[in-house]
């Protein structure tokens, strides 16, 4: 029974992206690909028959990792449940009588139970296509750890620093929503990927909230020696792993408002505001919590990048 549920699965995943493919007119070397794999490993693919995409498998962990919600359908009933989840989390964070913090970067609570976090994902739904937004793969990684490393957690609601930026709230938490732009082909069928190419929702340096000014400067230092060890260049803008790798670090969720930036003809097919989250996952050494997929090469390179350099999210100004 679990094989054919898991058959199941990995059809309706694959029959999502495989629409967006023929909506986009595109072919498999041109979109990316991700198929769900059995998590105990009872449909194995032989390269040899895997065709000329060279797709390979490859097992998806979140240890160290920066997570965000870059792709989001438009469908406005999901993006209301979306908002009533970020809604019940706040209010549950304010009733469990945590006191805020004021960073610049917007509303912080730590020691937030990792409870109210899982509720939270467990409402809140982004593309089905991607990955590493799969609710299936956070439940079983968070859950792995629940009692250890992800007990408490950091939760800041974020906001932009531009005054003139659009009002919102959550549960009486103000916020100020985040200018992104949208890629145009997606909106068109119905899905906001954000900030483009540069795959980014957050701004840099948001994986710095909750960790002390030792922890940021070693992790930089150690990174920026690194890469002349190396022969690389510094880049300007760091990237969000070396945060997120700290030792001993709380994981950290935010939470924000993006207002996407269309054209005047596409602002009818995109919402005026979207809730979004990113979530920075400390580094782990408890086993478990990963999940297998089978990707192409073209994926490959949108949910990782080829290069660690970090980009800016189109449209961040902040």
């Not at 693919?45 to 920066?66: C, D, S």
């Not at 792995?144 to 992800?150: I, N, Q, S």
């Not at 145009?184 to 840099?204: K, N």
């Not at 997929?293 to 999210?313: D, H």
């Amino acid at each position: 029974m679990g094989l054919i549920t898991h058959i199941h699965e990995a059809m309706d995943d694959l029959q999502t992206q495989l629409k967006r493919m023929e909506l986009a007119k595109a072919t498999p070397e041109q979109f990316g690909l991700a198929v769900r794999s059995h998590p105990e490993s009872l449909i194995v693919t032989a390269r040899n028959k895997m065709g000329t995409g060279r797709e390979f498998p490859m097992k998806v962990g979140l240890a160290g990792k920066l997570v965000e919600t870059t792709r989001i359908r438009t469908d406005r009933d999901q993006l209301d449940r979306n908002r009533q989840a970020g809604q019940a989390l706040a209010a549950a964070i304010e009733a469990s009588g945590l006191a805020p913090q004021h960073p610049s970067r917007g509303t912080l609570f730590s020691g937030v139970s990792v409870d109210l976090i899982r509720d939270f994902l467990r409402a809140f739904r982004a593309d089905a296509s991607d990955p590493l937004t799969d609710p299936r793969l956070m439940a079983d990684y968070i859950d792995a750890r629940a009692d250890t490393e992800l007990r408490e957690w950091d939760v800041l609601f974020a906001s932009a620093q531009k005054a003139d930026t659009t009002p919102a709230n959550l549960s009486g938490i103000d916020m100020r929503a985040f200018g992104r732009s949208v890629g145009e082909p997606d909106l068109r069928q119905g899905v906001l990927a954000i900030s483009g190419t540069s795959r980014r929702v957050g701004s840099p340096g948001d994986e710095r909230v909750g960790l002390t000014k030792e922890q940021i400067d070693a992790a930089t230092n150690a990174f920026r020696e690194e890469r002349i060890r190396d022969g690389k260049p510094v880049p300007e803008t760091l990237p969000p792993r070396i945060f997120c790798e700290v030792k001993g670090r709380r994981p950290l969720i935010i939470l924000r408002f993006v207002e996407p930036v269309v054209p005047e003809e596409l602002k009818a097919k995109s919402p005026d505001l979207v809730l979004a989250w990113s979530i920075c996952f400390p580094p782990s050494d408890v086993q478990g919590g990963t999940v297998e997929y089978i990707v192409n090469t073209i994926r490959m390179r949108e949910m990782f990048g080829e290069e660690e350099i970090e980009e800016e999210a189109l449209g961040d100004t902040e």
